[in-house]
């Protein structure tokens, strides 16, 4: 089992959602990054969704395509990233981390190095958002064997005939997009998500984790409590944009954590 494997047994077993937060690696610099990384545990975060900067992220808004632009100024790298896993890792070995990115990085370096170099580092799963189960040999496999989760998104548009195959392969959780578009496009409604979160559960027994939309403690809690989880990233970023301190993203942190747990 995994780190994530086992987190979500933990909250099964406690009768609490999950509450995932993201961050973008190096944003604004590496060493308040890793500030901010290191003390989310304490804010409440059950699984850290971290980063990967890159040049092109097509799936991502404003909010996340500035935190990368910092992030690659400051000198960020696929290297650095891990290395901020490694460090990370001298002080919490239990807290679950999720890559998240695109594949070209990952491709430039060499898949199986940095399958074995993401696997030392610490890193549980990946979420590589340009990579569809077409092309599963590519990374969803090899990643597999490593002893890595490969997560998979769904959206509102992953119809009947379509999920088979997104949750094919998929582990750790199912990651559903709760809205069309962007990230930080608009606000997740429980009414849209409620029924699609009830259709891919029907098809997996994987935790579903909801996404894009959240950015409130009061929105967390609501959708948090028709899933097993939720992820917020975007309203996080904002704060870190912001140039909030580290302390104050963290208290913005545990708000939307307790939110999430506070659901039932």
Do not use: W
Request: proline share 6%.
């Amino acid at each position: 089992m995994t780190r994530i494997d086992l987190k979500f047994a933990q909250l099964k077993k406690s009768g609490r959602k999950a509450f995932v937060a993201y961050v973008m690696a190096g944003d604004p610099n590496y060493e308040q990054c890793l500030r901010v990384v290191e003390g989310l545990p304490l804010a409440g975060v059950d699984i850290i969704e971290l980063g990967l900067p890159f040049t092109d992220p097509m799936a991502d808004g404003p909010t996340i395509q500035l935190a990368g632009r910092r992030a690659l100024s400051a000198g960020m790298t696929l290297k650095k990233t891990l290395q901020m896993v490694r460090d990370f890792r001298v002080k919490d070995d239990s807290t679950p981390i999720v890559l998240m990115g695109y594949y070209n990085p990952i491709y430039s370096h060499g898949v199986n190095k940095f399958l074995e170099e993401a696997k030392s580092a610490g890193i549980d799963g990946m979420i590589v958002v340009d990579l569809p189960p077409e092309e599963d040999d590519e990374l969803c496999i090899p990643a597999q064997k490593a002893g890595l989760n490969f997560i998979r998104l769904a959206t509102p548009t992953t119809d009947s005939n379509r999920l088979p195959k997104v949750l094919t392969n998929t582990s750790g959780f199912v990651y559903y997009v709760s809205i069309n578009g962007i990230t930080g496009a608009a606000a997740a409604k429980p009414e849209d998500v409620a029924p699609e979160v009830a259709r891919i559960k029907s098809s997996t027994d994987l935790p579903i984790i909801v996404g894009f939309g959240i950015n409130t403690p009061e929105n967390a809690r609501t959708i948090a409590s028709i899933a097993d989880g939720v992820v917020v990233g975007s309203a996080i970023v904002n704060q870190i944009a912001e140039g909030k301190s580290s302390e104050k993203v963290l208290e913005f942190v545990k708000s939307l954590s307790d939110g999430a747990h506070s659901a039932i």
